[in-house]
């Protein structure tokens, strides 16, 4: 059986940051349109990203349990978001402040289970305001971390 979003509506949200119809949507400023259970323009919705996106738990097939849909396990994944040395990396963001334990958890588990590095995005806890762009964490092999923080202090993005 497929996996219906609603009333998830994380990415519409800006957890993830988007950009519909030149209007941005990132932590701290939802979509318009989103009511927070749903979109109230559906029908005119577009192609891109609206249709088009997928986070990795509404994928088909996804390797996510049925439990980890965005808004219930507080995180948003999106699969193989970059390759590193060629092995696909995955990328979390909080939905929210931060990922949850046990949420966090799980991704690590996978990571190492699968050899898929992790990217994943906390708020930064000094700051009391949601910050547009989130820390971002590596977890992985040393060689991974180390090319992480290398590509940010070039201030390379990473995706
Ligand atoms: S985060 Fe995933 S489940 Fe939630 S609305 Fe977006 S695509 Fe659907």
Not at 30 to 37: A, D, I, L, M
Not at 84 to 102: K, S, T, Y
Request: a negative charge; proline letters at 11%.
């Amino acid at each position: 059986m497929s996996r219906e979003c609603q009333p998830c509506t994380a990415c519409c949200d800006g957890w993830v940051q988007i950009k519909v119809k030149g209007c941005e949507a990132y932590p701290g400023k939802p979509y318009p349109h989103s009511t927070g259970s749903g979109c109230d323009d559906y029908d005119n919705r577009p192609v891109y990203p609206c249709r088009k996106f997928e986070c990795s738990w509404v994928k088909p097939n996804s390797f996510l349990p049925d439990d980890f849909r965005p808004n219930e396990c507080g995180a948003l994944m999106i699969d193989t978001v970059l390759h590193w040395q060629g092995i696909p990396v995955d990328l979390a963001v909080p939905v929210g402040r931060e990922i949850p334990p046990e949420t966090l958890q799980w991704f690590m588990q996978n990571a190492e289970q699968n050899m898929r590095p992790l990217i994943y995005q906390q708020q930064d806890p000094n700051s009391k305001t949601l910050e547009k762009n989130p820390l971002t964490l590596a977890y992985g092999p040393p060689a991974f971390q180390e090319w992480v923080l290398d590509q940010q202090s070039k201030g390379i993005a990473l995706w």
